[in-house]
């Protein structure tokens, strides 16, 4: 089995760049940058207007980190199954 390390955790949404999404991680307000083609929005509806804040999942490769530091308990050793079916579930790949 595949695995390796991810952030998953709950974040606010603070703005959209061409190849990154920056995010605020609620928990600690630490600035992130995520590569958008990896990383996952866990809601229902990815169009409309985001809620203050949600759940996200990335590769942890995908992740950079802009100010802070991320909280231990955001890094998770996870097969990469469960990854791709979060993928499946709210991006339909």
């Given at each position: 089995?595949?695995?390796?390390?991810?952030?998953?955790?709950?974040?606010?949404?603070?703005?959209?760049?061409?190849?990154?999404?920056?995010?605020?991680?609620?928990?600690?307000?630490?600035?992130?940058?995520?590569?958008?083609?990896?990383?996952?929005?866990?809601l229902?509806?990815?169009?409309?207007?985001?809620?203050?804040?949600?759940?996200?999942?990335?590769?942890?490769?995908?992740?950079?980190?802009?100010?802070?530091?991320i909280?231990?308990?955001?890094?998770?050793?996870?097969?990469?199954?469960?990854?791709?079916?979060?993928?499946?579930?709210?991006?339909?790949?």
């Open positions: 089995m595949i695995s390796g390390e991810f952030f998953k955790g709950h974040v606010h949404f603070l703005s959209q760049g061409i190849f990154n999404a920056k995010y605020s991680i609620v928990e600690n307000s630490t600035i992130i940058k995520v590569k958008n083609s990896t990383h996952v929005r866990m229902e509806n990815q169009y409309e207007h985001f809620p203050y804040a949600f759940e996200i999942i990335a590769p942890m490769d995908a992740v950079t980190i802009i100010d802070g530091e909280p231990a308990d955001h890094i998770k050793d996870l097969p990469a199954s469960t990854y791709l079916h979060y993928r499946k579930i709210y991006q339909g790949v």
